[in-house]
């Protein structure tokens, strides 16, 4: 439903420009054109306004627009200071180990 909303002035352009097209083949030469020139005038126009609505996506300014968070806590350390851990596999050891026992990755 979104879709329509935006593009239905591009679409009722459109139709209308094709009408033009329709009276121009009949005795109303003259006027067809004229009808179809401003469909497809109104058209563009149109387009251009939904590409003008859609923004860009990549707007740096838009950064700003979104409040900070409120307060950002560290994390917290899951091990103590006198642990060591193994950032292969994850598995945490006493700080004697210069190796994993799990992966043998250097821990220090």
């Not at 439903?1 to 935006?6: G, L, N, T």
């Not at 401003?38 to 005038?41: C, H, Q």
């Not at 126009?45 to 939904?50: I, L, S, Y």
């Not at 950032?87 to 006493?94: D, F, K, M």
């Given at each position: ?6 593009w ?9 420009a ?16 004229l009808l179809?020139a401003?469909?497809?005038?109104a058209?563009a ?6 590409k ?6 990549y707007?740096?300014?838009k950064?700003?627009?979104?409040p900070?968070?409120?307060d950002i ?13 193994c ?8 700080d004697d180990?210069a190796?994993c ?5 250097l821990?220090?």
């Open positions: 439903m979104k879709f329509f909303r935006q239905a002035g591009v679409i009722a352009s459109l139709v209308l094709g009408s033009g097209w329709l009276v121009s083949l009949g005795e109303g030469h003259l006027f067809g054109l179809m401003v469909g497809l005038f058209a126009w149109q387009a251009w306004q939904v003008k609505e859609r923004g860009d996506p707007d740096l300014n950064l700003w627009d979104s900070l968070p409120e806590q560290p994390e917290e350390a899951l091990y103590e200071p006198d642990q060591a851990y950032h292969r596999c994850g598995h945490i050891v006493p180990f190796r026992p799990d992966c043998g990755e821990v220090r």
